[in-house]
């Protein structure tokens, strides 16, 4: 296993705010549609990469984000949704019109405090730091969704400067086939 | 998703049907608290039929899980598999949480003191 901590990142020239050949949708902020939104832009992933319904999972936490925590659920603002993909990876960008996530900082403290404790398996002190949570946290937010995020987006979680958009990359091994000769 | 209780001895039993997700997850935690209010000492919540989990189910997950330690009370979740499994690797939460492969283990776990 790697030890290395895995960081939210402030790069808008990051190779993952590169747009080009990706799809687009554009949504608006409705709380309750959350899921069918996911669906629609998950639908145009290849089977193999699925993992039955991680992929949409994650790509859901993306879009609630933008939806909840960027937009306030503001039906009047909307996200916008680049995505990419293949047998091989993952490519998504979605961004809202909200302030932008200022926490960063804060969120990557937190979050290797975290790694720390899982590292050390100190259980006892992981449960200090099993959900991030900010003055405008609700019960309904569990304030974990990215610490699934940095470890399954393998290429990078990425915010531009304005923080109001999120590119996310996963690159998956590829399975050989072929015969094997001793 | 739907929440079925079934009792074994002095352990409830919490079958989770379908899918933990933004939209329902707080009826687990709201289920617990009040069989908490009710002095329920016992738990195992079986995931047996969960194949699909959020942030917000995790966030219940450590919620009930959170209280109940506070509590010193009992509580095991059994039969997580699959993608469910994968999220909670992902949060890093498996040594976390306190499992059990299956209902009938952690009805012999909460036994052994």
Not at chain 1, 9 to 25: A, Q, R, S, W
Not at chain 1, 73 to 97: G, M, Q
Request: hydrophobic share 40%.
């Amino acid at each position: 296993m790697s030890q290395d901590v895995k960081e939210l990142i402030i790069n808008e020239n990051h190779p993952l705010f590169d747009h080009t050949g990706m799809f687009y949708k554009e949504f608006p902020s409705d709380f309750r549609q959350i899921r069918y939104f996911t669906l629609l832009i998950v639908q145009k992933a290849p089977p193999e990469i699925k993992e039955i319904n991680l992929l949409e999972q994650q790509i859901s936490e993306i879009i609630k984000n933008a939806v909840k925590h960027g937009n306030q659920n503001n039906p009047e603002k909307k996200i916008r949704v680049w995505y990419s993909f293949s047998t091989a990876h993952a490519h998504l960008i979605v961004e809202d019109e909200g302030e932008g996530f200022q926490g960063i900082e804060e969120w990557n403290l937190f979050n290797r405090k975290r790694q720390e404790a899982f590292l050390a398996q100190d259980f006892e002190n992981l449960g200090n730091f099993v959900s991030y949570r900010t003055l405008r946290s609700d019960e309904h937010d569990g304030g974990n969704a990215m610490f699934a995020a940095v470890e399954y987006w393998n290429d990078g979680v990425v915010f531009n400067s304005r923080r109001n958009s999120v590119a996310v990359g996963k690159t998956f091994p590829q399975r050989r086939l072929g015969l094997e000769i001793s | 998703m739907d929440l079925k209780i079934r009792k074994h001895a002095e352990t409830y039993i919490i079958d989770v049907n379908g899918e933990m997700d933004l939209y329902n997850s707080y009826k687990l935690k709201e289920l617990v608290m009040k069989m908490l209010e009710k002095k329920v000492e016992q738990f195992v919540i079986n995931l047996e039929n969960v194949d699909y989990i959020d942030s917000s189910g995790i966030g219940a997950l450590i919620y009930i899980c959170s209280t109940i330690k506070k509590m010193n009370l009992k509580l095991i979740i059994s039969n997580i598999h699959g993608s469910v499994k994968k999220v909670i690797e992902l949060t890093k939460l498996m040594g976390y949480f306190p499992i059990a492969g299956t209902v009938e283990e952690a009805i012999q776990k909460i036994a052994t003191p």
